[in-house]
T-cell receptor
Framework: GAVVSQHPSRVICKSGTSVKIECRSLDFQATTMFWYRQFPKKSLMLMATSNEGSKATYEQGVEKDKFLINHASLTLSTLTVTSAHPEDSSFYIC?????????????FGQGTRLTVV | RKEVEQDPGPFNVPEGATVAFNCTYSNSASQSFFWYRQDCRKEPKLLMSVYSSGNEDGRFTAQLNRASQYISLLIRDSKLSDSATYLCVVNRGGFSGGYNKLIFGAGTRLAVHP
């Protein structure tokens, strides 16, 4: 199946710093990628939809200036957590679909575990 | 009310048992449905799509009732390796209404013991 690579898998940073997470589709072009956040023993929460060449679409309650998303090419989307605080500590995971047909499988990156100290 | 609701479990069952998971969704415009499996600290992986006619894949059977907005997953002859969290996933949106988005339920934890 298709592969989505996410990097880094784990990061620890100090409060106030910014962290960039990369999501790459390795063997297909993804015009749209999705970013999720997951707290321990909780569901994946959709944060935003990343669109190649245009602005991301954020879900209600997600701060655009806090979570910067860039989708520079058909195979790369990045999420930057700006001025990170301990409450931003979470599991962040990206997803991509080769096309937007409703039954198309979504492939997930391996996730990034962010710890802000 | 959450858009996709599942019983969180955990379901603790012995090997060989049959276990059923239920899921309801609130958006009647939802177009497609899936069950994903997530192992601890790993990314979700597609288990199976769910079709209106019901579908089966080995020991796994999925059912969809659009009228009741209800989805189910049945696992027969449970194996130790089935222990995981099972996520009910609904595709929200459509071609005319923005992007298709996958909305996840909170997941149901299954623990299969010897």
């Amino acid at each position: 199946g298709a592969v989505v690579s996410q990097h880094p898998s784990r990061v620890i940073c100090k409060s106030g710093t910014s962290v960039k997470i990369e999501c790459r589709s390795l063997d297909f072009q993804a015009t749209t990628m999705f970013w999720y956040r997951q707290f321990p023993k909780k569901s994946l929460m959709l944060m935003a939809t990343s669109n190649e060449g245009s602005k991301a679409t954020y879900e209600q309650g997600v701060e655009k200036d806090k979570f910067l998303i860039n989708h520079a090419s058909l195979t790369l989307s990045t999420l930057t957590v700006t001025s990170a605080h301990p409450e931003d500590s979470s599991f962040y995971i990206c997803s991509a679909r080769g096309d937007m047909t409703v039954n198309t499988e979504a492939f997930f990156g391996q996730g990034t575990r962010l710890t802000v100290v | 009310r959450k858009e996709v609701e599942q019983d969180p479990g955990p379901f603790n069952v012995p090997e060989g048992a049959t276990v059923a998971f239920n899921c309801t969704y609130s958006n009647s415009a939802s177009q497609s449905f899936f069950w994903y499996r997530q192992d601890c600290r790993k990314e979700p992986k597609l288990l199976m799509s769910v079709y209106s006619s019901g579908n089966e894949d080995g020991r796994f059977t999925a059912q969809l009732n659009r009228a009741s907005q209800y989805i189910s997953l049945l696992i027969r002859d449970s194996k130790l390796s089935d222990s995981a969290t099972y996520l009910c996933v609904v595709n929200r949106g459509g071609f005319s209404g923005g992007y298709n988005k996958l909305i996840f339920g909170a997941g149901t934890r299954l623990a299969v013991h010897p």
